[in-house]
């Protein structure tokens, strides 16, 4: 059976939600707002390209277009360190995946899925639909 071909705005979604459980915080959570700023400023994670080319196991050209193309809408940012690139996502991705995340899902359901089969779902999946299910 032939490999399906994913949107690369499948591979947003993906990226952003790595980003975002990086921080071990619930984007849901009351409040956010308000504390955003400190928990963004006190963040302490490393998630590398290269993670993110794992996460969404796509090339260099599709991680490099998704990428580029999330950090010109200021979702992320990018930070290029000696050997690494680094990847953070920005309050305004985080509020941005907050607003759409459900949305997202269910307009993706089935390449998410088909993404994660045999891994498994992630918990963002699920708590995006706060304990509806897929």
Known sequence: MPHAYKSYKVYRVIVLNLLAR??????????????????????DYRITKSDIRHEIRSNHKMTEKVLRELESEGLIEIIREERTTLVRITKKGILHLRKWNRFYVDLYREQLEDHYRYVGLPDWLMEAHRGEGL
């Open 22 to 43: 990086a921080l071990g915080i619930s984007i849901y959570q009351e409040g956010l707002e308000e504390k955003l700023d400190r928990i963004l400023a006190n963040a």
